[in-house]
């Protein structure tokens, strides 16, 4: 028999090797879900009392167009950045299979209702119907109203105003609370993390722009990883009392 090897499986020190990865992966996913659910936490808490001074935001896309509209309308420019982090990721081309729009992912029923005040290019507006809908100021301009009106409805409760963004002021209003739907809980968790970290350093850092991209992913991936270690563990959990019991047979 070859060292290090058993018959029938793979060599020692691959098996070796793949726990020490994958223990090694467990703990970096365990200490970014700490991290993230402790600053989850924390921001939900502060989005009910709505205690936090504003924040201007830098070293993020459209960094000085946020500060400057959100500061237009009275709203926290960390706020309107967190919300743009979870809509688009910054991204002002971005569509949704709903078919909202822009940064702030209008739908255009909410465009024509708040009324946009920006114009744009002509190429911009043909885009889009209604037009300008991609540009990225007009789409900021109605965006940032909305969440306005959503933060004077609902008295300053931003929880509320943010799980109306997503869910929708009468759903929010029939359900007294937060609605129970999974896509809001997950939308309200990645906003209060963009701006936990907004509101504390003014900017996302790369690597938390990653987590916010593929947050869902990040969450996935260490209920998976567990599982795994747990299914593998089960087999050496039980081997003990196995062989107690093998031992003590006559």
């Known amino acids: 028999m070859a060292i290090g090897r058993r018959t029938g499986g793979a060599p020692r020190w691959i098996r070796l090797g793949a726990g020490c990865a994958a223990a ?25 009392r709505g205690d936090a001074p504003p924040r201007s935001v ?9 500060n400057r509209t959100a500061g237009a309308h009275h709203v926290n420019p960390a706020i309107v950045a967190a919300v743009v982090a979870a809509e688009s ?8 299979r709903r078919g909202a729009y822009g940064l702030m992912q209008v739908l255009p029923a909410t465009w024509r209702d708040v ?7 002509p190429d911009t507006a043909r885009r889009t119907t209604p037009p300008c809908m991609d540009d990225p100021g007009a789409n900021l301009d109605v965006g ?4 306005e009106r959503l933060i004077h409805r609902f008295n300053g409760n931003l929880l509320l105003a943010l799980a109306a963004y997503n869910a ?3 759903t929010v209003a029939r359900s007294r609370g937060v609605p129970p739907y999974p896509e809001t809980a997950r939308y309200l968790r990645q906003v209060a993390l963009a701006w936990f970290h907004l509101q504390r350093d003014g900017t996302l850092t790369p690597f938390w722009r990653g987590v916010l991209r593929s947050f869902d992913a990040w969450q996935r991936a260490r209920a998976a990883l567990l599982g795994s270690r747990a299914a593998h563990a ?17």
């Open 24 to 48: 090694a992966l467990l703990l970096v996913l365990t200490v970014v879900y700490a991290l993230t659910t402790i600053h989850v936490r924390s921001a939900l808490a502060r989005f009910s």
């Open 58 to 66: 830098h070293n993020i896309p459209y960094a000085e167009l946020i």
């Open 89 to 96: 990721g910054f991204n002002a081309e971005a569509r949704s």
């Open 115 to 121: 009324g946009p005040r920006a114009s744009c290019a």
């Open 144 to 147: 940032v109203r909305y969440l």
């Open 168 to 170: 929708g002021a009468e």
């Open 234 to 250: 089960l087999p050496a959990v039980w081997a003990g009392p196995l062989d107690v019991a093998r031992a003590a047979a006559p």
